[in-house]
């Protein structure tokens, strides 16, 4: 059983397009999160909800606009894509000290 | 500073030892973290170090803790060719948030 999964694996659009990624997890954790890795492989996290309430909102442009339909998911979607929004995109969850990742979404913008 | 570093890179013949070394930022963290990436995979916890101990050692991983320089080590014994991968350090902050690195790249030559 995957812990913390994510759909698509792979996108690849044109700017302009409107798309959204989604993030499960089954380890009834109540912390989720959305992390941004760039192609040097920094890794910054842009949200964190707890509990379907959000609690961390960096610096992340309006068009990501996170969406918690319930405990276990947490999806992303992104509006008016542009080419810097190519990076792979990371699911994680959190109970106590200890941070589950999912496998990442490669974002290619044409 | 305000960032977590580490050395990009890091070179090894396989059979020796590896030392990944890592500074942090928040001398209140709570948690300090390693974790490893392979290619194309999500980021995978290794081990995790709690802030009033100053080693500790899981099979072939030591992580060193000196809390007055806020450094922070990992020591791999009889590095494999299957250790390659990039290995982040992180920081817990505020029991949410978590800081990570840059990432160094781990090369194990034959």
């Known amino acids: 059983d995957t812990a913390v999964s994510q759909t698509p694996k792979y996108l690849v659009t044109q700017m302009g397009n409107d798309k959204s990624i989604k993030c499960e997890q089954n380890?009834?954790?109540?912390?989720m999160y959305w992390y941004k890795q760039d192609s040097k492989k920094f890794l910054k996290i842009m949200f964190s909800y707890n509990n379907k309430e959000l609690i961390i909102n960096e610096t992340v442009p309006n068009r990501f606009s996170p969406k918690s339909p319930d405990k276990a998911h947490l999806n992303l979607h992104i509006n008016s894509l542009e080419l810097g929004d190519s990076a792979v995109y990371f699911c994680?969850?959190?109970?106590?000290?200890?941070?589950?990742f999912g496998p990442g979404t490669r974002l290619t913008v044409l | 500073g305000e960032d977590v570093e580490q050395s990009l890179f890091l070179s090894v013949r396989e059979g020796d030892s590896s030392v990944i070394n890592c500074t942090y930022t928040d001398s209140s963290s709570t948690y300090l973290y390693w974790y490893k990436q392979e290619p194309g995979a999500g980021l995978q916890l290794l081990t995790y170090?709690?802030?009033?101990?100053d080693m500790k050692q899981d099979q072939r991983l030591t992580v060193l803790l000196n809390k007055k320089d806020k450094h922070l080590s990992l020591r791999i014994a009889d590095t494999q060719t299957g250790d390659s991968a990039i290995y982040f350090c992180a920081e817990s902050i505020d029991n949410n948030d978590m800081r990570f690195g840059a990432g160094t790249r781990l090369t194990v030559k034959p």
């Open positions: 380890l009834g954790h109540d912390t």
């Open positions: 994680a969850s959190k109970q106590g000290y200890e941070q589950f």
């Open positions: 170090i709690f802030s009033n101990m």
